[in-house]
């Protein structure tokens, strides 16, 4: 009887933990970021935050994060730029609401090959484009900062970005705004600094 006991509840225990296991995975996907400091004036310039390593739980959430089988990196680029928002009334508040991007893309070597920005938007200095949908998504391994982001591309023109079918948006850096604005800050804009790396797949 005594094995029989201890063998039922080690089945018990392992149950409990693949049952818990989702659980902690919705709750780390539904938790926002804590709140930044209030926005200030027009066009306010907070000082993005300094990235956080990774835990086990974000690497494991960061496994959905993927492109169809069979695409190819072909271009890494290093974005250095600010994330544009308006304090408006959304939801019975106000709240500062994402309006577009605004960075430069640069290789390697530091040479400006790209723009980033409205309707998620790519313009290399060829002349190609991207205009890119966001398909998935993963929360930041760092607080007040931007989430990892999956987009299907349509191209434009011929050059670098020519054929490019998905874009990768990783390995953020500040971007978040606070949570809210107040009625003094009603329609102002706000600026907030970000870094990220994109990574172009064909």
Known sequence: MGRRSALSGTRT???AAIVALPAALLLACAQSPPAAPAGGP???NPQAPVATA???LYALLHRSLRVPEGAIEVLRLHAQGTQIFRCEAQGGALRWVFRLPEAELRDANGQ????HGAGL??????GSRLLGEIT????SPSDNTLPWLLMSTRSYGKGALADIRY?????????MPAAGCDAAQRNQVLRVP??????FLR
Do not use: K, M, N, Q
Request: net charge negative.
């Open 13 to 15: 225990r392992r149950r």
């Open 42 to 44: 027009a066009g306010a």
């Open 54 to 56: 990774p835990g086990p």
């Open 112 to 115: 400006l090959a790209a723009h």
């Open 121 to 126: 938007s790519f313009e290399h200095v060829d």
């Open 136 to 139: 998935d998504h993963v929360p």
């Open 167 to 175: 874009v990768e948006r990783i390995d953020t850096a500040g971007g």
């Open 194 to 199: 970000f870094s990220a790396d994109f990574v």
